[in-house]
């Protein structure tokens, strides 16, 4: 059963079980009618791995915000913008059509979208602590006054936050369908934060925040942090060249690390279950292939970690699917993992299953998953995680070419399942008109390629109506008059003087073996090969490849090779961010300058970018996971985070300065005012990543990579906007800036 574009998969799904029985009843005895493959159980589980980790995510953050403001009522203030930004997140997919997915959901980081709360909340309890309200009008005056302070730098941050995002809605064809919805999704909550950070939590400070709250002290280990960050940024300050050489070291070390980190398109998500797409010799007989797949069944079923094994043979009747008889589909039904053997991984199960397979004689397979399966064909037309086509026009040329690249990338680490795709010949019956014999006998050559036509595949010459059904009446020799060459050579074609010609005086017959299929792309003849990458990344499988293929295979004039697959698209995805991402960089920036009314000031926080985001790349490299397209849209998503940092600390400085405090003096009070707030919204977001990063359920492999690089770049991140933005920041920006009067405020910086 395929559901329409749009469709909500569960929906379709329980409608269609609930006709089961109707449809049972209405079969004949014998005939049973059960479930082969059922994607609702894959969408079901993975769904609830997703509302575990949120809610886990929920707790997390609620017991951090009390940790660091040892409020209650400033803590469920702050939480209440989780619930009102997922609903303007729903409410936006609703209106738009789109239905919330595994990626879209799980990537969002409840950290984040609490941001801009957290910063005006804790604006509003350190400001009760300074000022020590005693009345009730005093308190809505201090609310007031400090939501006006930091509505400024929360309403930028949240849209550079959302401006970071603009490389994700650019993304194209899978990469785009998977990608775009997260996007979305993430910036509706971003929108529907903001907004009710602007408004709502304003409003409830002012309703539930009491003078007698002034009286609650910070923590004391916030304490003891804030002596001590305070005491090494002044270090840092009268030797600005230490924290400038940690910046270098820190890039340094990125480059040296991110040229070992793999690559690949997507993390391979794990539907549960397997698919093996089996090849036959293309000769076979229905009954034959039976008996193979029985034989493979049987090997299958040896394993105790599988149920069942259903199998398909040939092509469903509607022509969806252009599998020959000689083609089978076989589904590997597994237990759930805590039934399986101690120790045995799904890795390790495939490459059992593999070994065993390789004993039956004749075959050629692909290990895959269903939903996999069916992308991978739709995207290269070959089952395959990587796919190498040639183009040209002669066949046997181009095949030859293609076992010249086999030969030659057999020997590279990690390639599986290495074969040519579809490679099968047939014998064929070749007639060839004799265009010298047709014209002496009057003959037209369609007149002759009709009679070959109704003879041997018959042609419809009418339809009759059995009750509701329309039946094709088609005529045709029988069988006995076309089961021999002999036969076939005297089948008589009429001639317009009213003889008959036998068709061995018109053509030379015979049978010879032809390719079972011909395959085009863009107007042109390919072959192709595939293979699978196991135990190795994909960026680095094929980079191997493409040098020994390059070294060892010459492709002859007139044909030329192609790779396609998961390779193709993660080429077409990284090429998009090369060009997309630094006009985003430029929004960025933009923005920046917005917020701060500094040129230079919006450059140092840009610049300290590439710093923070090296903890990302750390994360990667730490944890042995492959720069993928999710992996990219973690790093993106951190460029946000990244300015958020950057501008809580330089907009604090910069207002300092225009009060007419000294460079120096500003750096230091500034980002020394800021810690808590940076210290909480960088915990914030890394402990709203955390359980995504550490899960282990059903679809968590696509959601790993992008929390990883989160939470690995929100550490270097608290490193540079501590130590190495104000100290760069020491270095560009001019020595006196422009107060509220225009007038030049501020004295001398320190020294150096």
């Not at 602590?129 to 009008?137: I, L």
């Not at 002044?234 to 040229?259: D, E, K, M």
Request: net charge neutral; with cysteine; charged share 20%.
């Amino acid at each position: 059963v395929q559901r329409q574009p749009g469709a909500n998969v569960i929906q379709v799904a329980e409608r269609v079980k609930a006709l089961l029985p109707q449809l049972r009843a209405s079969l004949p005895g014998g005939v049973v009618v059960s479930i082969l493959s059922d994607r609702t159980e894959t969408v079901r589980a993975s769904v609830e791995d997703v509302e575990f980790t949120l809610l886990l995510t929920i707790g997390l953050v609620v017991g951090v915000i009390y940790v660091f403001l040892r409020s209650l009522r400033g803590s469920l203030i702050v939480a209440v913008i989780i619930p009102m930004s997922l609903l303007t997140a729903f409410a936006g997919l609703y209106l738009l059509g789109l239905p919330a997915n595994l990626i879209s959901m799980g990537a969002i980081d409840f950290g984040i979208l609490v941001d801009g709360a957290v910063v005006l909340v804790e604006n509003v309890i350190h400001e009760a602590q300074v000022h020590r309200p005693r009345t009730r009008r005093e308190v809505l005056k201090l609310v007031t006054r400090s939501a006006i302070d930091v509505a400024r730098p929360t309403f930028y941050a949240m849209a550079i936050i959302i401006a970071a995002l603009i490389p994700v809605f650019t993304l194209e064809s899978v990469e785009g369908r998977i990608f775009r919805p997260l996007a979305l999704t993430y910036s509706f909550a971003l929108v529907g934060a903001l907004v009710f950070s602007l408004t709502l939590v304003p409003a409830l400070c002012a309703m539930a925040m009491r003078p007698k709250d002034a009286n609650i002290a910070e923590p004391g280990f916030l304490t003891l942090l804030r002596r001590g960050y305070r005491v090494l940024l002044s270090l840092s300050l009268r030797a600005r060249l230490g924290p400038v050489l940690l910046g270098l070291g820190l890039l340094g070390a990125t480059a040296a690390v991110g040229s070992r980190v793999g690559t690949e398109f997507l993390p391979e998500l794990d539907e549960g279950d397997l698919y093996i797409f089996v090849e036959m010799p293309p000769s076979i007989s229905l009954d034959s292939g039976q008996d193979v797949l029985a034989e493979l069944r049987r090997k299958i079923m040896a394993f105790p970690e599988v149920t069942s094994t259903p199998t398909e043979q040939g092509r469903p009747e509607d022509g969806l699917d252009n599998e020959g008889m000689n083609m089978a589909k076989v589904f590997a039904r597994l237990k759930p993992r805590d039934q399986w053997r101690p120790g045995l991984t799904k890795e390790r199960l495939i490459d059992d299953m593999r070994a065993s397979l390789r004993e039956i004689p004749g075959i050629n397979f692909n290990f895959s998953q269903p939903i996999k399966d069916s992308v991978e064909e739709a995207v290269s037309g070959v089952r395959g995680k990587i796919v190498v086509k040639v183009f040209g026009s002669d066949l046997k040329s181009m095949r030859a070419t293609l076992l010249g690249v086999i030969e030659a990338v057999r020997a590279v680490p990690g390639v599986v399942d290495l074969g040519l795709y579809r490679d099968s010949s047939v014998p064929q019956l070749q007639i060839n008109l004799d265009r010298g014999a047709l014209a002496r006998n009057g003959i037209a050559v369609s007149e002759a390629d009709d009679v070959i036509e109704t003879a041997l595949a018959g042609r419809i010459v009418t339809r009759l109506w059995q009750g509701e059904r329309v039946v094709p009446v088609r005529v045709r020799l029988p069988a006995s008059e076309k089961a021999d060459l002999v036969s076939i050579a005297g089948i008589l074609v009429p001639t317009p003087a009213g003889g008959r010609v036998p068709l061995s005086e018109l053509a030379d017959i015979s049978i010879s073996d032809g390719r079972a299929s011909v395959i085009r792309e863009a107007g042109s003849r390919y072959l192709a090969l595939k293979f699978n990458v196991e135990g190795r990344d994909m960026g680095g499988t094929v980079a191997e490849a493409m040098r020994v293929m390059a070294a060892q295979v010459k492709v002859p004039e007139g044909e030329f090779l192609a790779w396609g697959g998961e390779f193709e698209n993660q080429q077409r995805a990284m090429g998009r961010l090369q060009v997309i991402v630094p006009i985003a960089l430029l929004i960025v920036l933009g923005l920046l300058y917005g917020a701060l009314g500094s040129g230079t000031s919006a450059l140092a926080v840009l610049l300290c970018a590439p710093f923070a985001l090296s903890g990302g790349v750390f994360a990667l490299r730490l944890t042995g996971i492959a720069l993928s397209v999710s992996a990219a849209v973690g790093f993106i998503a951190l460029l946000g985070q990244v300015s958020l940092a950057g501008l809580l600390i330089v907009s604090a400085v910069d207002q300092r300065r225009r009060e007419g405090m000294a460079l120096m003096p500003a750096v230091l009070e500034g980002a020394t005012t800021r810690f808590r707030a940076l210290l909480m919204t960088a915990l914030l977001a890394m402990c709203g990543l955390m359980p995504m990063a550490l899960s282990t359920g059903m679809g968590s492999e696509t959601q790993r990579p992008f929390a990883v690089v989160i939470i690995g770049g929100m550490l270097t991140t608290l490193l540079v906007a501590l130590f190495i933005l104000p100290t760069l920041y020491t270095f560009i920006t001019p020595r006196r800036l422009r107060g509220p009067d225009d007038d030049e405020l501020g004295g001398e910086g320190g020294a150096a």
